[in-house]
């Protein structure tokens, strides 16, 4: 099994800055990618950035700047900086991975964290 664990989420006002953290355990091979995913009320999950192995990062067009993700490959673990939050930020937001659990590509898997809480308020 692979647990994704995350900390960071809470409450910041509009302008704010929180930073997410993840640590990915368990019967793990290699990390590919490791990156954030968001859900807010009524709207469909969306990928906020990813990072790959390699050091190859992705972030979703509302971004803007206004993030910043970086990993230890030896960590196995990924942190979201997110800096001049908005309103429109409020969601859970996800942790996800693909990686092996082994060396056989049988053992590709996607794995996912529970969610942590991000509001942006006054």
């Known amino acids: 099994q692979v647990q994704l664990e995350e900390s960071g989420g809470g409450l910041v006002q509009p302008g704010g800055s929180l930073r997410l953290s993840c640590r990915a355990s368990?019967?793990?091979?290699?990390?590919?990618?490791m990156g954030w995913y968001r859900q807010a009320p009524g709207k469909q999950r969306e990928m906020v950035a990813t990072?790959?192995?390699?050091?190859?990062?992705n972030y979703g067009d509302f971004v803007e700047g206004r993030f910043t993700i970086t990993r230890d490959n030896a960590g196995n673990t990924v942190d979201l900086q997110m800096d001049n939050m908005e309103p429109e930020d409020t969601a859970v937001y996800y942790c996800h991975s693909h990686l092996y659990q082994t060396s056989r590509s049988r053992d590709f898997i996607e794995a996912w964290g529970q969610g942590t809480q991000v509001t942006v308020s006054s």
């Open positions: 368990g019967t793990i091979f290699a990390i590919i990618a």
């Open positions: 990072i790959n192995r390699g050091g190859g990062i």
